[in-house]
């Protein structure tokens, strides 16, 4: 039985950059060695634009497999047998590694960043088919076969495999300055943040809830939502602010169409101070065009002009299949079904505001006395914690 002895990392976009290349592959390293801290996999380290990783006797490749969609900046791992650079070493592993692959077609990739070695790619493609085919009589096919045998040569050995995980690509989660992320509880909120770590962004987060008025159970949902989007990077810094008061307020000055509205404006007000206190330089969110009421274009207007920061937006273009799809590949969406009182369903009037005018929602909210005093409370009583996976 030949057992994979190493998973090689493939990384794609990185390699593109080449100014700070190293600087990429450094984080990816650490990346790497933090999400699969528990899953027993061995030390990381740099090859030729691959990474290696030893798998020992208490690696769990199930686990890695798993974990494989949050190391942003992968494209795939491959666990792999390394055996001696000859063509016979070589030919021996990849046939009895493909006498237990799952069944089908199959081609040969060998690549070969180990230019001293004596045959070709194309030679060493075409001996080692033959002798697949000769052992196992399964049939090539060029395009999408059923499985690839992929032949590394990287510095002295040579490296077998025939399966991959399938990474999420992108950029390797710290690469880009920290974003605050406002985090809801729901869907759509969660994918947003892990769609930012795949573009290199690390992410702090922001919840509002409305306890004592509603029960914990947001609370609860933000801190294991939380703990999933720590994974990629090591922990997560989440501020928890009370918004009952500043709701009270609303409802008693404003009229009750443009809660909604209002409300959202004292979340980023509130967001943008964290951010800047943190030195954070851009907020984000999980709307997504249309998707509710607050997400009309007007809607949206009115409220990004309650702040000056950049307020960046993955979802904004996305289906609400297409978020749920990914939700369920990241595992968010368990967590995020459970039911809870979200506070700007509170005190929710019956026909809300779909195209609030912006001078209208500015003087409204001038109306509601004491908002200021309200929302510096707010951040003085917020609770600053620290999730981690
Ligand atoms: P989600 O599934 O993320 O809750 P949604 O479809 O329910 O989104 P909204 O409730 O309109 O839509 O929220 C839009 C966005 O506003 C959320 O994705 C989130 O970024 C932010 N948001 C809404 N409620 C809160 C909250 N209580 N705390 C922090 N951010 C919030
Ligand atoms: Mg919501």
């Known amino acids: ?27 990816l390293v650490g990346n790497i060695s933090q999400v699969m801290k528990n899953t027993g996999l061995g030390h990381v380290r740099l090859v030729r634009g691959r990474l290696l990783a030893e798998v020992t006797a208490a ?20 666990p792999a047998v390394r055996t001696e650079p000859q063509m016979d070493a070589i030919a021996a592993v990849a046939v009895a590694m493909m006498k237990n692959a799952p069944e089908g077609t199959f081609k040969v990739d060998v690549l070969r960043s180990d230019k001293n070695f004596a045959s070709t790619s194309m030679a060493m493609n075409a001996a080692l088919g033959e002798k697949i085919i000769d052992a196992t009589g399964r049939k090539v096919k060029m395009r999408d076969p059923g499985v690839i045998c992929a032949v590394e040569l990287l510095e002295n050995d040579a490296y077998v495999s025939v399966e991959r995980f399938e990474g999420p690509g992108g950029l390797p989660t710290g690469s880009q300055a920290p974003l605050l992320m406002m985090l809801s509880g729901g869907i759509d909120s969660p994918v947003a943040a892990l769609r930012l770590q795949r573009r290199g962004a690390a ?7 409305s306890y004592p008025i509603t029960t914990r159970a947001s609370l609860e949902k933000v801190k294991e939502l939380s703990q999933v989007i720590s994974r990629a990077q090591g922990g997560m810094t989440v501020f928890m602010v009370p918004f009952a008061d500043i709701q009270k307020a609303t409802v008693k000055f404003a009229p009750p169409g443009l809660r909604v509205v209002l409300y959202r404006r004292s979340m980023f007000r509130l967001a943008e101070r964290l951010a800047r206190q943190e030195g954070i330089l851009a907020l984000a969110t999980g709307e997504s065009l249309g998707q509710v009421a607050s997400q009309t274009v007007e809607n949206i207007a009115a409220v990004s002009d309650a702040v000056h920061m950049p307020i960046l937006r993955p979802l904004i273009g996305t289906n609400k299949e297409e978020i749920m799809a990914e939700a369920r590949v990241y595992g968010t969406f368990d967590i995020s079904i459970r039911p809870h009182e979200d506070c700007c369903s ?13 001078e209208i929602v500015q003087a409204a909210e001038a109306a509601i006395e004491g908002l200021a005093a309200l929302e ?9 914690i620290t999730e981690k996976c």
């Open 1 to 27: 039985m030949h057992k994979p002895n190493t998973v090689i990392f493939h990384y794609g976009e990185i390699a593109l950059k080449t100014g700070n290349r190293l600087f990429f592959e450094k984080m």
């Open 59 to 78: 690696t769990d490749l199930e686990a890695v497999k798993k974990l494989v969609p949050f190391l942003f900046g992968v494209v795939y791992a491959a």
């Open 346 to 358: 509170l005190f929710l009037p019956e026909h809300p505001e779909t195209r609030a005018k912006i």
């Open 203 to 209: 992410i702090f987060g922001i919840h509002f809830h």
């Open 376 to 384: 510096t409370e707010a951040i003085a009583k917020l609770d600053k």
